[in-house]
């Protein structure tokens, strides 16, 4: 039997920083799906929100508040800013290579909805990559890769471990403290921007527990990704684009989000995805035009998107991009406390995007969520570290699960298409009803574990959308 006295699921921002900052007498386990850079910080385009200084802390606060729509836990906020500039002073203490300008400055962009520059960024448009390179390159703790979390050791309210697949077989891996961070929840929805191993199965297996999730209904469209290549993540093309001068436009080159909001491409991004969404369904096309860049600047700054848009064809900044909005980031979660503490539970934690700590509220301000990983999983080991020492060692007899079953790739997909088409950008009742009958009886045939892992994460977001009856932040419904 194994113990350790950690247990990290999920090995992006929010699980390898909380390892980071675990003393090194501590055992640790990392545990991560195959392979290990396939995770949405490895995606993550623009960068990481901070407050420039501490001048900038209430218009972060503010900015951040704004954008969630007045459901923001103001306290998770006021917390995310004020230790924001700490974060970001010991990622470049440790040497992580953000990037500046000639004489060394820090470079601060803006994007939507920011009222200032204040976006950190590493290799151009690269954050992501670079910081789960560097995260990893720092870690100590030991990492298995390959493995699939499928249950939650919990006896009354505590937690004792989980048990993996790995390799075929079922484990089961004891801990004294459960720190979840396993990402959002991408691959529920037909069309998103997400790593493909993301499939919200800790937030399933939190709902078959009777753990609280909170604001599942507040799911974020990104606006501007190019959805025409094959491969279930499609490609996103940063809000820093926008931020640095793109425009969107439609096929006779007009900028027609001026017609919903006056901010244009720099209205928040619900409002933008709508906009889009609506444009297209009356018969339009929508393009990100980069016309204001010129080439040398493109490629500097964003030599992913250059070099990708290169390949597939797309001679940038000259030609223009065609765009969709797509399932981008999840807002809610697993519900916690400003420590990261799973309500109602004893020595588990819930960090980055799979927990609900409030900062996003209806609607969360881009590039706060890298940094709600940093922050909040720093807090959650935190409070760790000053956990009594009353946990007691409990042996569970094994179960194995049967992951997946005959027929369950079509269901797979019929949940994908119900998510993407009724449960969407724009909703409504009677659509939102037809889901919840889907997923309904979807949940009652002969399904494997990972299925139904999924089913209840989509009927966890149908409910909370069916719940809210008002359009608020992400949440938009009409009609009947
Ligand atoms: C294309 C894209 C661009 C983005 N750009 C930005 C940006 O510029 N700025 C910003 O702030 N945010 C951005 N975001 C959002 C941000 O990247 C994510 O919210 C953040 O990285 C989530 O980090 P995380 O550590 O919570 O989860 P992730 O980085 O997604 O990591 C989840 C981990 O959990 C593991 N896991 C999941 N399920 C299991 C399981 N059952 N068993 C074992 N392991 C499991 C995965 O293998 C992975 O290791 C972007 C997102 C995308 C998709």
Request: aromatic content about 8%.
């Amino acid at each position: 039997m194994k113990l350790y006295d950690y247990i990290i699921v999920g090995a992006g921002v929010a699980g390898l920083y909380a390892a980071l900052n675990i003393p090194s007498s501590k055992s640790v386990l990392i545990l991560s799906k195959d392979p290990l850079w396939e995770c949405n910080t490895f995606y993550a385009q623009g960068g990481i929100a901070t407050a420039t200084d501490e001048a900038d802390i209430p218009s972060h606060i503010e900015d951040t508040l704004k954008a969630g729509a007045g459901l923001c836990d103001k306290e998770a906020v006021e917390i995310l800013s004020r230790n924001s500039i700490s974060v970001v002073e010991d990622l470049i203490n440790r040497g992580f290579p953000f990037d500046r300008d000639a004489d060394g400055n820090l470079l601060f962009t803006k994007e939507a909805a920011h009222s200032k520059p204040r976006i950190l960024h590493a290799g151009g448009d690269a954050t992501g990559r670079e910081l789960h390179k560097f995260l990893l390159s720092q870690t100590r703790a030991k990492v298995l890769e390959g493995v699939i979390v499928v249950d939650l050791l919990i006896e009354g309210d505590t937690i004792y471990g989980v048990t993996i697949r790995q390799g075929g077989k079922q484990t089961q891996l004891y801990a004294r403290c459960v720190i979840i961070a396993s990402g959002g929840v991408g691959s529920l929805y037909e069309y998103h921007t997400n790593a493909k191993k993301i499939s919200a199965d800790l937030q399933g297996l939190a709902a078959l527990k009777g753990l609280q999730l909170m604001d599942m209904e507040f799911t974020q469209f990104h606006p501007t990704v190019f959805v025409y290549n094959k491969r279930a993540r499609k490609l996103l093309l940063t809000e820093a684009l926008r931020g640095e001068g793109a425009t969107i436009v439609d096929e006779e080159g007009r900028r027609f989000l001026l017609d919903y909001d006056e901010r244009g491409e720099l209205a928040s991004r619900d409002i933008v995805s709508r906009a889009i969404y609506r444009h297209q369904k009356e018969g339009h096309q929508a393009y990100l035009d980069f016309s204001n860049f010129t080439e040398e600047f493109f490629k500097k700054r964003f030599p992913t998107i250059y070099r990708n848009f290169q390949n597939l064809g797309y001679d940038v900044p000259r030609q223009r991009v065609p765009i969709s909005p797509a399932f981008h980031f999840m807002m809610g979660g697993i519900a916690t406390d400003t420590w990261g503490r799973v309500y109602g539970m004893r020595n588990l934690y819930a960090v980055g995007e799979v927990a609900r700590t409030g900062v996003h509220g209806a609607n969360r301000l881009a590039s706060n969520s890298l940094l709600e990983g940093l922050v909040f999983s720093k807090r959650a080991v935190e409070d760790s570290l000053m956990l009594g020492n009353d946990w007691k060692m409990r042996e569970f007899s094994p179960k194995q699960f049967i992951l997946t079953k005959s027929g369950d790739k079509q269901r797979k997909q019929l949940l994908r298409k119900t998510m993407w088409e009724k449960v969407g950008i724009i909703r409504r009742r009677s659509e939102l009803q037809e889901a919840l009958q889907i997923v309904t009886d979807m949940e009652k045939e002969d399904i494997g574990h990972l299925l139904r892992l999924r089913i209840a994460s989509a009927k966890s977001i149908i409910e909370a959308a069916l719940a809210r009856k008002k359009s608020i932040g992400a949440h938009y419904i009409e009609g009947e």
